[in-house]
């Protein structure tokens, strides 16, 4: 690619871009390659704005000098993978960053629960996004610690468990402690099912997006539910009982996930047995629902849209499971406006696509040779 083979012109244009904030560099930047050293000078004399830096295995040296040197102060995201570095160091830099907001660690080894703690290093900054990709030491314990900053608290709105030691059983504690989290994102593998005496729901006002994606470490005998199973069926009582009102968009690898979801139908009231009063049935999905599933060894996500009950549909309702659409609605053609979930797309027979109008708008033409023909050919 270019900015793997053009470096010096690459750098001799960002001598002149004084106010850059972003930039696409190559790989070799991020590793401290020696072929990307004058570029770096030049981004480190030149930009002093940058707002979005990554360091990769190599780059320990630059990522410590970045918190002595201060080029870089006003610093937004940071990336750090695969860094063979202390604990403490880490802490200490990521501190010194006081613009900083979105922070991810991928395979950061070395990295444990001391960095929310310790008093021996600087406390770590309050975060609107924190990432963590296969970090196996820290626990839900570290991350309690930190949720329990009130600045902390009210700053994170995003946060991801990828393969971590924080296990799918502790995450009603984080989601109790973060009452401003609007996106969650966990990825496990289990390989006991949840034990059904410690089951709390998982409850948060704040939740609208959650990516809940647990599998099985080792596929079950057959006839035998897998470990996971019980993971998804937690969460979907959770969200029938009410304990996640806010919630709007689930991703999850459970293809019954959407039955579950749905219940039988029941009776528009019930007898409340202590009081001999009737009160409506509650077990319910409490708001519209955009469900993704797909099966572990799938690649594309399945869409079901799940709706509340009504006065006429008591049980509420769900569409038909279905592969997502490519065709979004900025890929559409200009001539459809703003109408393009209103349209269908029906092909034509030649690589192209008719036109089935709505019943508010009239149906596009097209033109073959000289002649205007309907698009719609029912």
Known sequence: MTREVCKADLARTISVLQ????????????????????LKQELQARCGDIRQMKFNHGAERSFQMLGQARQWPNLQTLELLYLTMDTATIANVVASLKALRHVKFKSCQSLDDSMFASIYMSPFPPLEVLEFHDVSNISAKGLLTYLSYPDVKQALNSLTLANTGCLPSDLFQILAAASSLKTLHVTE??????????????????LRVLRYEISSANLSSRGLSSPSDSYYSCLSSSILSGSLPSLSHLYALSTSLPTMLLPPPQPAFAVNRTSNAYRPVTTVIP?????????????EWNLTLISPPTQADRRGSATTTRPMSLYLEYQLNPQW???????????????????????ESGSPKAKKGNRNVNAWMG
Not at 19 to 38: A, H, K, W
Not at 287 to 298: D, F, H, I, N, Q
Not at 337 to 359: H, Q, R, T
């Open 337 to 359: 406006g703003d109408k393009g979930k209103e349209s269908v797309m029906v092909g034509n027979g030649f690589g192209g696509f008719l036109a089935v109008p709505s019943e």
């Open 189 to 206: 593998s289990v390989s006991h099912a949840l034990p059904q005496s410690r089951n709390p729901p998982l409850a948060s006002c704040s």
């Open 287 to 299: 708001r519209p629902l955009r469900l993704y599933t797909k099966a572990v060894t799938e690649m």
């Open 19 to 38: 106010n850059l904030r972003y930039v696409d560099l190559p790989e070799g930047f991020y590793t401290d390659n020696p072929s990307s050293n004058i």
